[in-house]
């Protein structure tokens, strides 16, 4: 059997269950009228860690990653245990914790589960037994290349991002490309413009060993029609393009600052690395505002006509779609509160930039949203049965307090700057919210608040139940057409990752892993300090209807 990603019970964010990356579930034997009956199945202990995990299902088998490494198979119906894979990791790599060593999805191809691991190696895994089949070192994990989302796979070739291209890794990350026989590198496509490239003159004159960051930290989408692979980039390194060298623009002919190519779409050809087209979202990014997340490829009337888009949405919550054969810009819809963005243009969707939110070295600034994003890493989700998009969106303003950079010291990653998360003006004291959108017309149909920050991916399904979970260790079904909630219940520790349903022996079942440490949620707890959450007891919960009797 071959796959992208999984079969067509489950979902996984390798290609979120389809190439199309609708992360939706067809299963509909849980529907808004029996949800309310969903009882515990089984349950699974986790290593303690960043739990941001994708259970991946094949065959009834559930294969869950464990923070630290540790690969496990489990019986999906019993949640017995089959077999597991341990990551010998170097002491240094343990010793980092934290979110270093978690990991968003696997992927299936054949025989084989494919890994990314922590010290920057590719490994792809006997299904049956765990068994590695081959091990492939991709970059040197100790000049702080690193992992967080898995491999995708297209036509027998195995892809990864690359990330921690953050940790003064000059020249920036990049996207490579594997034979799934042996492991074998086949090209890279690096996600900041070297010498040589068309593009390369557009870092205000840095020389490359200056260029840092675009992360491409999400699995990508794939159109076979087309035949391209779409990957999202973060944004460019260090945050402040005042100390990075891309502010104030420099006036020299044939010189720009736009920094590609973070914050961009790039459209790749699976076989040979080429390059198709890209955009960019945001020209020069000096907020931490990536727009790497899922590419959802979907077919939508526009101007009376239907167009092939793909469809997304950075952390300043503006969804955003382009023709997915051309790059060409289509429309905007804002979602969460912002300041950033003072104006977007309805033709060509070139953003006009509020001044006033620039940042700018020793200087406290007021941008919203920031770092955490109006929405983060947790996934949207779309249902093509309503043509609704559902997206889990937390409101909150960040003042921002700037370090300045030391003459002649070398940057050693990260942003350089310190944030206090603040309420919006006017702030209902809410700070989650699940919105469901039309997109057929782009008109929000529901939105749910909540006190506790959304943290975890949302996950629709055929039996028009929207799954989602947050900070406040609630997991919930909601009514997919009205946002009713239908059925609650709270699990042991906050929820970071993202929700499954799978079938096992015909039964539908649902999953999902929580565990505190994901930094996307800490970062946003501070705005509700009476939630607290448990620091261990990472934990996969899965849920079904009570058997008939």
């Known amino acids: ?20 990356g609708f992360g939706f579930s ?17 349950s699974w202990s986790l290593t303690n860690g960043a739990t941001e995990s994708t259970p991946i299902v094949h065959d009834g088998i559930l294969y869950i990653w464990n923070y630290a490494d ?11 245990l089959i077999w597991e894979y341990r990551r010998d990791l170097p002491q240094t790599i343990i010793d980092q914790g934290l979110n270093n060593m978690a990991k968003r999805n696997m992927a299936i191809y054949d025989d084989k589960l494919l890994i990314a691991t922590s010290d920057a190696h590719l490994v792809a895994l006997e299904m049956k037994t765990g068994k590695v089949i081959w091990d492939h070192q991709t970059a040197d994990w100790r000049k702080g290349w690193r992992y967080t989302a898995g491999p995708f796979v297209v036509k027998g070739m195995v892809m990864q991002g690359m990330t921690g291209c953050g940790n003064a890794e000059p020249g920036g990350c990049f996207i490579t490309a594997h034979d799934m026989k042996t492991g074998e590198e086949k090209w890279r496509v690096w996600t900041i413009a070297h010498p040589g490239d068309p593009n390369s003159d557009t870092w205000n004159g840095l020389p490359l060993e200056s260029r840092f960051g675009a992360s491409a930290w999400v699995a990508g989408s794939y159109d076979p029609k087309q035949n391209l692979v779409f990957y999202g980039t973060g944004q460019p390194y260090p945050w402040i ?27 790749i ?19 931490d505002l990536d727009y790497v997340y899922e590419r959802m490829l979907m077919d939508l009337p526009f101007n009376g006509k239907t167009r092939e888009m793909i469809v997304t949405t950075g952390k300043l919550g503006i969804i955003e779609a382009l023709d997915r054969n051309t790059g060409e810009w289509l429309w905007a819809k804002e979602t969460v509160p912002q300041n950033v963005v003072a104006a977007i243009d309805e033709k060509t969707g070139e953003k006009t930039i509020n001044q006033d939110s620039i940042p700018h070295m020793g200087k406290t600034t007021v941008n919203c949203p920031a770092d955490p994003g ?15 998009l559902f997206l889990p969106l937390n409101e909150f303003v960040p003042e921002r307090h700037r370090f300045r950079s030391i003459p002649g010291q070398a940057y050693t990653g990260g942003g350089k700057a310190i ?3 603040i309420f919006v003006p006017n702030s209902d004291g809410n700070v989650g919210r699940i919105d469901a959108v039309k997109l057929t017309d782009r008109s929000t149909t529901w939105s749910y608040r909540e006190r506790g920050p959304a943290t975890g991916a949302v996950l629709p399904t055929a039996g028009g ?8 260790r609630f997991f919930r079904a909601w009514d997919d057409a009205t946002g009713k909630v239908l059925w609650e219940t709270r699990t042991n520790n906050a929820i970071n990752g993202f929700p499954v349903s799978y079938s096992a022996n015909g039964k539908q079942y649902v999953a999902v892993s929580v565990g505190n440490g994901s930094s996307h949620a800490r970062s946003l707890a501070t705005l509700t300090p009476e939630l607290r959450v448990p620091d261990g007891g990472s934990v996969l919960w899965v849920f079904a209807l009570p058997d008939k009797k």
């Not at 540790?70 to 017995?80: C, E, F, P, Y």
């Not at 983060?376 to 043509?387: D, F, K, L, R, S």
């Not at 139940?465 to 406040?472: E, L, S």
């Open 1 to 20: 059997m071959r796959c992208c990603c999984i079969l067509i019970t489950a979902i996984g964010s390798c290609g979120r269950r389809t190439y199309d």
């Open 26 to 42: 067809p299963l509909d034997q849980i529907t808004k009228a029996n949800v309310g009956d969903l009882r515990v199945a089984w």
């Open 70 to 80: 540790k690969v496990q198979a489990l019986n999906g119906a019993t949640g017995d």
């Open 241 to 267: 393009a005042e100390m990075r060298g891309t502010l104030p623009a420099k006036n020299a002919e044939g010189i720009t600052n736009t920094a590609l190519y973070s914050d961009s779409t790039l459209a």
């Open 269 to 287: 050809d699976p076989a040979t690395g080429k390059l198709k087209w890209f955009h960019q979202y945001l020209e020069n990014d000096t907020w």
């Open 374 to 388: 109006g929405r983060g890493w947790p996934a949207t989700a779309y249902n093509p049965n309503t043509n609704t």
């Open 419 to 421: 944030f206090d998360r």
């Open 465 to 472: 139940v929207v799954f989602a979970g947050g900070w406040d």
